[in-house]
């Protein structure tokens, strides 16, 4: 029979066909592994790369350390007057302290409103140890910029022979630190000039004038952009006399007289605890006052004393206040702000002459504002005052 051959050639094709297909199962079973183990290695890298990208949001190298402020004071986004304002805190705040800028002059704090959880304020304003100070970690910006032992003092530059200033508008140079003093000259806006002292309260700096001379001038310190404080320059009185010598004797002061004599102004009962006015500004009721009153010194009545509250739907929202001070006589006062009974060294200050100066104060929280007489003078300097103050500039 012929069809038997092809009978068994099928049934052999058939069976090559069935071991050709269990031959080819073990290769294919052996390559699933191999897509297990690669899939396996991603895992191992993930911690080192998450490790290295938290590194840097690491920023203090020392535990927080408790401090309290001094005054109110704004806290900013970096250390640096000219910084954006995040917050305000009142007298008596207790802060967390992490760090330093390089100068000493800043500290960093734990502030949850802010971005990154830290604000700047400045160290001056807040009351931490020296040994504590030393040892926080200095920061620039928001990271850690060197190691706590690296020297600072290699990058603080020389005191400069000559400090400088620049000024914000036009002003008048008089021939005494007080506005009843002759105009000598003018000054544009924009005009460096040369301190080379300053009155008993800080509120007018002598200057070369002309620059570059040995000659002096007077110009209201409210006018004048610069930077530290004016606490090291040389202390000259109402006459424009020196009170503490220079250190190197190289200015002198041009020759003054007395712009007039005035009697002294009446002794009133007015204090910090017994202001002479009290007032609370709301959005629906009083926004303004004006407030006429006098002061001398050295003898008569030397300040007045006045307490206003911003009334404000929260407590220490922060709100906007505005003052003026016209004056006449032939005197100089100074103004001050006081916060539960302490400095609140963020007010810019005012003098005679000056509109719309703006202070932020908080809100439902009383504040007391004092004027006063300068009294460096030997003859008495009088100075009558209209005083305005309004929520609105």
């Given at each position: ?7 068994s ?10 071991s ?7 290769e294919?079973a052996?390559?699933t592994p191999l897509p297990?183990?690669t ?7 993930t ?6 990208s ?7 190298t ?12 704004n806290v900013r986004?970096g250390?640096d007057?000219g ?6 805190l ?12 390089a100068?000493g002059?800043?500290l ?5 409103q802010s971005?990154?959880?830290i604000?700047?304020?400045t ?8 040994a ?8 620039q910006?928001?990271?850690?910029a ?16 000559k ?11 008089r021939?005494g630190p007080?506005?009843?003093f ?9 005009t460096t000039v040369h ?14 004038y002309?620059?570059?001379s040995?000659?002096?001038g007077?110009?209201?310190v409210?006018?004048?952009s610069?930077?530290?404080?004016l606490?090291s320059l040389p202390i000259?009185?109402n006459?424009g006399k ?17 712009p ?13 605890e ?11 009721g009083?926004r303004?006052?004006?407030y006429?009153?006098d002061?001398s ?6 300040s007045?004393?006045l307490?206003?509250?911003v009334v404000?739907?929260?407590?220490n ?5 505005y003052f003026?001070?016209d ?5 100089s006062?100074s103004?001050?702000m ?6 609140v060294?963020e ?14 104060a908080l809100g439902?929280q ?6 006063k ?6 003859d008495?300097?009088?100075?009558s005052?209209y ?5 609105a500039?």
């Open positions: 029979m012929r069809t038997l051959p092809s009978l050639l099928l049934t052999l094709f058939m069976i090559s066909a069935c050709a297909s269990l031959q080819t199962a073990p294919t052996t390559l297990f183990f899939a396996t290695l991603p895992p191992t890298l911690p080192q790369v998450t490790f290295t938290a590194a840097p949001t690491a920023i203090p020392a535990a927080p350390v408790s401090a309290q402020t001094s005054t109110q004071v986004s250390p007057a910084q954006a304002s995040i917050g305000l009142a007298a008596s705040s207790q802060v967390q302290v992490v760090g330093k800028d100068s002059n800043w960093a704090i734990n502030f949850p971005a990154n959880g604000g700047w304020v160290a001056q304003f807040v009351n931490l140890p020296q504590e100070a030393e040892k926080m970690p200095v920061l910006g928001q990271l850690a060197q190691a706590p032992d690296q020297p600072v003092a290699a990058t603080v530059e020389p005191t400069p022979q400090r400088s200033a620049v000024t914000t508008r036009q002003i008048n140079v021939s007080v506005s009843s002759d105009s000598i000259g003018l000054l544009e806006p924009n301190l080379t002292g300053r009155n008993l309260i800080n509120t007018w700096a002598q200057i070369e002309p620059s570059d040995d000659q002096r007077w110009v209201a409210a006018y004048l610069y930077d530290g404080f606490d000259f009185d006459d020196a009170i503490v010598q220079e250190v190197q004797g190289i200015a002198t002061t041009l020759p003054t007289t007395s007039g004599s005035y009697d002294p102004a009446v002794e009133d009962i007015d204090s910090a017994n202001p002479a006015v009290r007032v609370s500004f709301t959005t629906a009083t303004s006052i004006i006429a009153s002061v010194a050295p003898s008569g009545d030397a007045d004393w307490e206003f509250t404000t739907p929260q407590n929202q922060a709100a906007f206040i003026e001070l004056c006449t006589g032939n005197g006062i103004a001050e006081r916060q539960n009974g302490l400095l060294a007010f810019p200050g005012l003098i005679c002459g000056q509109y719309d100066v703006a202070f932020k439902n009383p504040y007391t504002f004092q004027l007489a300068d009294g460096s003078a030997v008495v300097r009088y100075v005052y005083l305005y103050i309004s929520t500039p």
